[in-house]
């Protein structure tokens, strides 16, 4: 069974930074696209950055210059590490990972960036 499990969210102030951590189980790791979305009250969940099997980095417009997603195949663990935060980051942040054709979720970690 696919697991994924976020952490390293918390409040941060404007031009802060944080770094996300999600840690996989149940797939092998190094073979998947790998996402971190987030949605925000009223918003839908939108995609941040993906890292493919080989390495190749895609993000969002709004985040560009300020996050960076990476992989570590051998702990099974992606991570976006987060600077110059916006209080328009403020979100709920979620590892995603399409495993077997099906859609796999974690819980998500919460990102609030306020004075």
């Known amino acids: 069974q696919v697991r994924l499990v976020e952490s390293g969210g918390g409040l941060v102030q404007p031009g802060g930074s944080l770094r996300l951590s999600c840690t996989a189980s149940?797939?092998?790791?190094?073979?998947?696209?790998l996402n971190w979305y987030r949605q925000s009250i009223g918003k839908q969940r939108e995609l941040v950055a993906s890292i493919t099997s080989d390495g190749t980095t895609n993000y969002a417009e709004s985040v560009k210059g300020r996050f960076a997603i990476s992989r570590d195949n051998i702990r099974s663990r992606l991570s976006l590490q987060m600077s110059n935060l916006e209080p328009e980051d403020t979100a709920t942040y979620y590892c995603?990972?399409?495993?077997?054709?099906?859609?796999?979720w974690g819980r998500g970690t919460q990102v609030t960036v306020s004075s």
């Open positions: 149940g797939i092998n790791f190094r073979l998947y696209t």
């Open positions: 995603y990972v399409q495993f077997r054709g099906s859609p796999f």
